[in-house]
């Protein structure tokens, strides 16, 4: 199988990549799979009796920005303080000895940029940690987070002050990530890089491209669902590399591993 892997690989043109957040377990990363995954992360909310989805709301902003923002601001500094992982690297190898590449990526950590991606080249389908926005927002303004440094109590899981705010209206500020029920998202900036997904495989055309993905799972589905369907419309081989979640549709691969280790094995 690694074999036929390999010559699709060196036949490609194109490469496309699609990541979720099983990408970045193996740079100590947590994905949150699972209520238990994400309570063992986030033991407080455990507590609080809150999940993923209810946590990863933009209300907590308004009804509770210290909590909002401790968990917020702990994952802006685990994000900053984490290297991404060697595969990163050999997949960036791999994929500037292409005719082209693109990413794609439901992540919100900047990893693939981080990690030497063209800025150019990536689409953050749900926004960045590393950007702000006003929480209402009072205007379409978006910032980058590079000044932010949140000082969180651990044993309260709060944040202290001060907390980041609108330079304009002086409302509470917010990562500008897509959360669960939100309304007030700012896409522009995403847009923009949608933008430049559409060329790339405007370029594409017939030409052959291969789909990597990496720890994509079902609980959120958008980036298997983007790979699945970039597969068919041009005829593009799709590998979807999951330890769980590796179903796959006809005419593609599963690999049953890690991001990293099937990076090893398939770029050594």
Known sequence: MYKRIKDILNDAKYVLITAGAGMGVDSGLP??????????AYPIAKKLNL????????????????????????????????KPHEGY???????KSKDDYFVVTSNVDGHFLKAGFSEDKIDE????IHYMQCIKPCSSDIWSADSIDIKVDLETFEAKEPLPYCKKCKAV???NILMFGDWNWLEHREAKQR?????FLKNVGSKKMVILEFGAGEAVPTIRNLS???????????????PKDYNVPDGAIALKMGAKEAIEKLLE
């Open 51 to 82: 999940n993923f989805q209810e946590l990863a709301n933009p209300r907590w902003f308004e009804d509770n920005p210290k909590l909002a923002w401790a968990f917020y601001g702990h994952r802006l500094h685990l994000y900053r303080d984490t």
């Open 195 to 199: 933008k430049r997904f559409a060329k």
């Open 125 to 128: 389908i749900h926004g960045s």
């Open 89 to 95: 690297e050999k997949l960036l190898n791999f994929a």
């Open 173 to 175: 500020a917010r990562p």
């Open 228 to 242: 699945e369907i970039i597969a068919k419309d041009f005829n593009a081989t799709l590998i979807r590399v999951n």
């Open 31 to 40: 994905d949150f799979r699972g209520v238990d995954g994400f309570w063992r």
